[in-house]
């Protein structure tokens, strides 16, 4: 299962060109290309996907005062669709009340006089699917509550990376190698992770509390700390939030306020402490204050598995090298890779129908030099 850089170098020995003669750059667009043609063009189970509507969604999709025609329902289609499978309403049990299966021009759609072969129809405008009747339309019983968009998807880049959340640093999904994003977590459970600083403070259960010393007042930025805790343990650091009894929040963010620094006190036991806002007046004299233990730290996410990069190797590689060698000009070699291609997309889709899978037959066509 190679990664994508390892994929890069792989087409490279394959082609038998450095990095100088066949560029990272090139190969990469390439590998796009190579692609974008097996999406277009293979119809298989890996690449179904099918989105649910809720009858909340869909009630507001048929009386939203900008459809196009009244009575109609209006989807926004999903961003990876490549191809229109099936659209129907079900209701609670998954029961089939209505399918849509034949697809109109948007003229013949809006002629109210125009032949239809069948009573339920659609048409798509842009990155919107209409369909008629509108949801729900025409029952007494069996009444759908919902609706499926059943079709063949674009898969995410090749190169694409897992989101640095929460979540997926539970997963296992993220590394600080190259780390770009921070995520946030508490002293007291080092293994859990938050998006934000906020969230970390609030889930810390065990922040520090003390209270400042002096009968003085000690305002603005800087204030000595003499908690052993907080001054010898280096718990205290930059983002801590300050909170208490009598500590108002900060006058210019309106928040608590927060450390910017922490640097050694007039003696060993003391730290000095400089808030973030310079506009800060605070005063901590004599007061009880919490501080939150949080630390952060920055993280990127892992390549996320892909279907065509990790299970069908060959198909990719084939399809990068021909359009690699188109690049560089060597007829022989392209035609070469681009009927190996052909031949691995036609068996995928064989081998999908044979288990009784619903894609349809694979077509390939040629125009000019270039995968269509």
């Known amino acids: 299962m190679p990664s994508y850089s390892a994929f890069i170098d792989k087409i490279q020995d394959w082609a038998?060109?450095?990095?100088?003669?066949?560029?990272?750059?090139?190969?990469?667009?390439?590998?796009?290309?190579?692609?974008?043609?097996?999406?277009?063009?293979?119809?298989?189970?890996?690449?179904e996907q099918t989105v649910t509507y809720s009858k909340t969604q869909l009630d507001a999709a048929t009386t939203s005062s900008s459809n196009r025609a009244a009575s109609k329902t209006e989807l926004t289609i999903p961003a990876d669709l490549t191809e229109f499978?099936?659209?129907?309403?079900?209701?609670?049990?998954?029961?089939?009340?209505?399918?849509?299966?034949?697809?109109?021009?948007?003229?013949?759609?809006?002629?109210?006089?125009?032949?239809?072969?069948?009573a339920s129809y659609w048409s798509r405008v842009g990155n919107v699917l209409i369909y008629s009747p509108g949801f729900g339309t025409g029952f007494t019983s069996f009444i759908p509550t919902k609706a499926e968009l059943h079709y063949y998807k674009r898969l995410p880049a090749l190169n694409a990376l897992y989101?640095?959340?929460?979540?997926?640093?539970?997963?296992?999904?993220?590394?600080?190698?190259?780390?770009?994003?921070?995520?946030?977590?508490?002293?007291?459970?080092?293994?859990?992770?938050?998006?934000?600083?906020?969230?970390?403070?609030?889930?810390?259960?065990?922040?520090?509390?003390?209270?400042?010393?002096?009968?003085?007042?000690?305002t603005h930025q800087n204030i000595e700390v003499t908690f052993a805790d907080v001054a010898t343990a280096n718990k205290c650091v930059a983002d801590m939030e300050l909170s208490g009894t009598g500590i108002?929040?900060?006058?210019?963010?309106?928040?608590?306020?927060?450390?910017?620094?922490?640097?050694?006190?007039?003696?060993?036991?003391?730290?000095?402490?400089?808030?973030?806002?310079?506009?800060?007046?605070?005063?901590?004299?004599?007061?009880?204050?919490?501080?939150?233990?949080?630390?952060?730290?920055?993280?990127?996410?892992?390549?996320?598995?892909?279907?065509?990069r990790d299970e069908n190797e060959k198909l990719l590689l084939y399809g990068s090298l021909a359009e690699s060698f188109y690049y560089l000009q060597d007829e022989d070699q392209a035609k070469k890779y681009k009927q190996l291609f052909i031949e691995e997309l036609a068996q995928l889709n064989d081998e999908d129908n044979k288990r009784g899978a619903s894609g349809g037959n694979v077509q390939i066509n040629f125009n000019g030099r270039g995968l269509i």
Request: hydrophobic letters at 30%; charged letters at 20%.
């Open 16 to 47: 038998n060109k450095d990095n100088t003669v066949l560029e990272d750059s090139v190969v990469q667009d390439c590998m796009k290309y190579a692609a974008d043609n097996v999406y277009r063009r293979l119809r298989v189970t890996a690449l």
């Open 163 to 218: 989101d640095v959340t929460p979540a997926n640093f539970t997963a296992g999904y993220l590394t600080t190698v190259g780390g770009t994003t921070y995520l946030y977590n508490v002293t007291a459970s080092p293994s859990v992770k938050y998006a934000s600083h906020a969230e970390a403070v609030t889930a810390d259960t065990t922040k520090i509390t003390g209270t400042f010393p002096g009968s003085g007042s000690a």
């Open 85 to 118: 499978i099936q659209l129907r309403e079900i209701d609670d049990d998954g029961r089939t009340c209505r399918v849509f299966n034949e697809k109109t021009d948007l003229r013949t759609f809006n002629d109210i006089y125009a032949e239809k072969t069948q």
């Open 248 to 308: 108002s929040l900060n006058t210019v963010t309106s928040a608590p306020p927060k450390i910017a620094s922490v640097a050694n006190g007039s003696t060993t036991s003391k730290k000095n402490i400089t808030l973030q806002n310079t506009n800060e007046s605070q005063t901590f004299t004599g007061q009880t204050v919490t501080f939150s233990t949080t630390t952060s730290t920055k993280y990127i996410g892992t390549e996320v598995a892909h279907w065509l």
